[in-house]
């Protein structure tokens, strides 16, 4: 599994678009991007995926440049309920032994 | 369409006695996970099953864990003895297939506390 790196927190406030950059410089070639969301007292929630280039779904955009060894999450005007942690992973699209790093803490403010 | 149920919710035991935590698939979902999440930590794999089988159980700790998914009923994952160092919060995610990053749904976990 490829280790990643990725700020423990960052604070922004309503209305704000929030970057959280994942790296992953030893990312493998059959590996894909994962971001999960996990609310308090809630299991983690799948909330986008990606190889390459660019990804975007109803609630975020996934950004990857072409050597890979990174990822940006966009949370396009966030709002008080997107307060969350972040998790990115990395590894086979088949492996089912998720690995959760410590995440990122967002924390959104009025 | 429930999603992954969990019960109970909150759990607390006094060392040594044994904790039973239960976890209902989505419906039409055969393959179930549980995971560990320490305080402050990220969520840890433990083990995968199918109906009546343990595929994987590589993350187990090797004594007082144990985990089973019969042929009706809940996956069940079973701590005995318990300790301190026990006290977690303990997800079960589900997929209809042997599911990997995009397809586990994860239930609201148990959180066990051990006194």
């Known amino acids: 599994l490829a280790k990643t790196t990725q700020p423990i927190s960052m604070d922004s406030y309503e209305g704000q678009e929030v970057n959280i950059t994942c790296s992953h410089n030893?990312?493998?070639?059959?590996?894909?991007i994962t971001w999960y969301q996990q609310f308090p007292s809630q299991g983690p929630r799948f909330i986008i995926q990606g190889y390459k280039t660019k990804v975007t779904n109803e609630v975020a955009s996934l950004f990857i440049p072409a050597d890979r060894k990174s990822s940006t999450l966009s949370l396009p005007r966030v709002s008080l309920s997107d307060t969350a942690v972040y998790y990115c992973?990395?590894?086979?699209?088949?492996?089912?032994?998720?690995?959760f790093g410590a995440g990122t803490t967002v924390t959104v403010r009025a | 369409n429930a999603g992954v149920m969990q019960n109970p919710r909150h759990l607390v035991r006094r060392r040594g006695q044994e904790a039973r935590l239960r976890c209902s698939p989505m419906k039409g979902h055969s393959h179930v996970y549980w995971y560990r999440q320490l305080p402050e930590e990220g969520l840890k794999f433990m083990v995968y099953l199918q109906k009546e089988n343990i595929i994987d159980e590589s993350g187990m700790p090797k004594e007082r864990f144990s985990a089973e998914f019969p042929k009706e009923g809940p996956s069940i994952l079973r701590i005995q003895q318990v300790v301190r160092g026990d006290s977690a919060a303990y997800f079960c995610?589900?997929?209809?297939?042997?599911?990997?990053?995009?397809?586990?749904?994860f239930g609201p976990g148990t959180r066990l506390l051990v006194l």
């Open positions: 030893n990312i493998a070639t059959n590996d894909y």
């Open positions: 995610a589900s997929s209809p297939d042997s599911g990997g990053q995009e397809t586990q749904y």
């Open positions: 992973l990395v590894g086979d699209i088949r492996d089912y032994k998720l690995s």
